[in-house]
């Protein structure tokens, strides 16, 4: 028996897909972090300094006071100024700095993408190779190798959950085995897991039901299996 597990191509694509979104969403926010944010709250600024003296010299000359040749010259200026801003700008929300910084910059682009590329870099080189053969066998992932004579037990307690297995040998070396992430971990998961519990699992690594019990396969009663996986 012989399984090579490799990543699986749609948890990379997936990994590749986050790593492009989180830097573009990090993009987005520092560019409106740092440009359009200040950009249009000097814009708010102008529009309100236009208004403001406009509004004084028209209530000035509505109640009948005189404006002199300088305050004409402002109504005028002014005027003409909140006539450009069409339509009227708003100020910018007190909420939008703050989420763009801690949001976008940081928790996308500082955080997340960084780590979903280093997930894809370490995933890309995961690989999890059983051989077993008449006399000897190893279990190998990376660095790190069990001899299958010497492991002593797997844990199965996230298998139906979350699809990870543990394979530990005597020595407390223990190895790894994520079928939501790798091909084929259920192939070595299965003969772990019959080869420890054979009352409990399948060499599918699916649970032992009434009807395995007895020999019966013609009145095997469905059972949950692992989330599935492409």
């Not at 830097?23 to 309100?48: C, K, M, N, S």
């Not at 008449?134 to 979350?162: C, F, N, Q, Y």
């Amino acid at each position: 028996m012989e399984v090579v597990c490799t990543p699986r191509t749609k948890r990379l694509i997936w990994l590749g897909v986050y790593v492009v979104l989180c830097f573009g969403l990090g993009v987005w926010g520092a560019y409106d972090y740092w440009i359009r944010i200040p950009h249009d709250e000097q814009t708010y600024r102008d529009f309100e300094d236009a208004k403001n003296t406009f509004d004084s010299l028209q209530k000035k000359a509505d109640e009948g006071k005189s404006l002199s040749a300088e305050d004409r010259a402002d109504y005028e200026q002014s005027k003409k100024r909140v006539a450009e801003f069409q339509p009227p700008p708003s100020p910018v929300p007190a909420w939008d700095r703050p989420l763009q910084l801690y949001v976008y910059v940081i928790g996308c682009g500082v955080i997340s993408a960084p780590w979903f590329l280093l997930s894809l870099v370490k995933l890309q080189t995961k690989r999890v190779e059983l051989t077993e053969r008449s006399e000897t066998g190893i279990l190998r992932s990376g660095k790190t190798m069990i001899e299958v004579r010497h492991a002593t037990e797997i844990d199965m307690s996230r298998w139906m959950s979350k699809s990870i297995a543990v394979v530990r040998a005597a020595d407390g070396t223990s190895i790894e085995i994520d079928d939501y992430m790798l091909q084929d971990g259920e192939k070595v998961v299965g003969f772990f897991a019959h080869r420890f519990l054979p009352a409990e699992w399948t060499t599918e690594a699916k649970r032992v039901t009434a009807a395995d019990a007895v020999g019966d396969e013609s009145n095997e009663v469905p059972t949950a299996t692992p989330t599935e996986k492409s």
